[in-house]
């Protein structure tokens, strides 16, 4: 049987997953059905630029906290090139994790400032009148999950570097 948090971290995933595939879909759609309007039937189709704009911060800010989750972000790591003792590479990769989440964690502070600022002001799209904070509560959202997905990759480094200092003191 499964743990309740197996669930949540499934679920949760999943979710991610769905407003990725979503987005994406709706974007492609969006655009295709600007082209078809625009060049073939030459008309304009009022206001899906806005709309378009909204996925888009979905599917690019989603896409950043699952690319936390998987830590499948483009890297210039060259340590595992020229630190060949495992333990002062684990503790490089430790240390890079600390100074990762430490600067999202700042990113996500300004995303709260950001998104509250937003709601007070009250402001939204031209044509569509979509509220700002529609497409900019992607950013904050997007920001939680990577800072909470940056969290647990820097606790299992931490706890990666321990174990392998652990198995040199038990040699």
Known sequence: MQSAATVIWKSLLNIQRTILITCSLFIIIGISLNVV??????????????????????????????????RSHITADITNSYITNEKIRLLVKAVVSLITLVICLVFTYWAVEFIVWAIQQGAESPALHIPAYIPQSAIFIGFILMSFYLSINFIQDVIAFFQTRSKEKNE
């Open 37 to 70: 309007f625009r060049y073939i039937l030459e008309k304009s189709l009022f206001g899906i630029e806005e709309i378009i704009v909204v996925f888009a911060f979905w599917l690019y800010f989603i896409g950043g906290s699952y690319g936390s989750y998987e």
